[in-house]
């Protein structure tokens, strides 16, 4: 399946509109990761703790939102938009949602 930002592809056509799809992930911070990242920022350099949770959350809600599209039988999934959110108290979650329009290529 083709996944993409972009509201058209090129050389494809779209068929049909199947609708808007989405991926949500929430993940829950750890006390442990995040008494280690305070660690990086205050010694300065990359929390490589917190990119690799980004990078699962975003692979994970982009994989959701690719499932929702298969249901439909899309082909593709056009604009698509990422979102992120700290959200519950104190900031001790996060929320990442894929968001796209299913379609059909002709």
Do not use: C, H, W
């Amino acid at each position: 399946m083709i996944v993409t930002t972009t509201p058209l592809l090129q050389g494809k056509e779209v068929r049909e509109y199947l609708g808007i799809v989405n991926g949500e992930v929430i993940m829950g911070a750890n006390i442990v990761r995040d008494f280690l990242s305070g660690i990086t920022d205050i010694i300065g350099g990359r929390s490589g703790v917190y990119e690799s949770k980004l990078q699962e959350g975003r692979e994970e809600a982009l994989r959701l939102m690719e499932e929702a599209a298969a249901l439909r039988g899309a082909d593709a999934v056009l604009g698509v938009d990422l979102d992120f959110e700290v959200i519950g108290a104190n900031g001790s979650m996060l929320m990442i949602v894929a968001t796209g329009t299913a379609v059909k290529l002709g």
